[in-house]
T-cell receptor, first 115, second 113 residues
């Protein structure tokens, strides 16, 4: 079956612009996660969805970042008024269950460059 | 208390050698410890995982060793191959309830031919 897909694969934007990143999880996966990976750095947790609700938003770095999920499927991560420090690869993962012992399946990521 | 500390940051091993990556955690509530492997341009993928009811788990050339009292766990790659060159992330989480994984910062492994 299809894995997790993300779009766009690459996004170059000017400082101050808004961007939307999309994640299509594996069908039937109730849990969805967003991570940020800066160059040479680890996985920085941003937000976790269980169904369409987000019980854990603790990783969102500022109020410029928001995310939503609809139909227990697609999720969109929005970054408003982008800054150069937002440049990173944004990874989405989905899991059959929100329990941490269930494997997270990652997408290939969206590489965001803010100029 | 949520941190998972991973070392080394990078590692170079000759083909056929043993690669060892270490992780330490502080939260005693953690009871699930997976390792993820990431190749350049790809998302991470689950490699192997261990629960603390055992001290070691082996899958092929990959072994996790777990020391509950020291709150440490490590990944050993035996007979390392150039194809193992990747970034490895350890993680920790709780099996009960709904919770996210806490990832280490990653180790970039290069296996030289």
């Amino acid at each position: 079956g299809a894995g997790v897909s993300q779009s766009p694969s690459n996004k170059v934007t000017e400082k101050g612009k808004d961007v939307e990143l999309r994640c299509d999880p594996i069908s039937g996966h109730t849990a969805l996660y967003w991570y940020r990976q800066r160059l040479g750095q680890g996985l920085e947790f941003l937000i976790y969805f269980q169904g369409n609700s987000a019980p854990d938003k603790s990783g969102l770095p500022s109020d410029r970042f928001s995310a939503e999920r609809t139909g227990e499927s697609v999720s969109t991560l929005t970054i408003q008024r982008t800054q150069q420090e937002d440049s990173a690869v944004y990874l989405c993962a989905s899991s059959f269950s929100g329990k941490s012992s269930y494997e997270q399946y990652f997408g290939p990521g969206t590489r965001l460059t803010v100029t | 208390q949520q941190q998972v500390k991973q070392s080394p940051q990078s590692l170079i091993v000759q083909k056929g050698g043993i690669s060892i990556i270490n992780c330490a955690y502080e939260n005693t509530a953690f009871d699930y410890f997976p390792w993820y492997q990431q190749f350049p341009g790809k998302g991470p993928a689950l490699l192997i995982a261990i629960r603390p009811d055992v001290s070691e788990k082996k899958e092929g050339r990959f072994t996790i060793s777990f020391n509950k009292s020291a709150k440490q766990f490590s990944l050993h790659i035996m007979d390392s191959q150039p194809g193992d060159s990747a970034t490895y992330f350890c993680a920790a989480g709780r099996q009960s309830g709904y919770s996210t994984l806490t990832f280490g910062k990653g180790t970039m492994l290069l296996v030289s031919p």
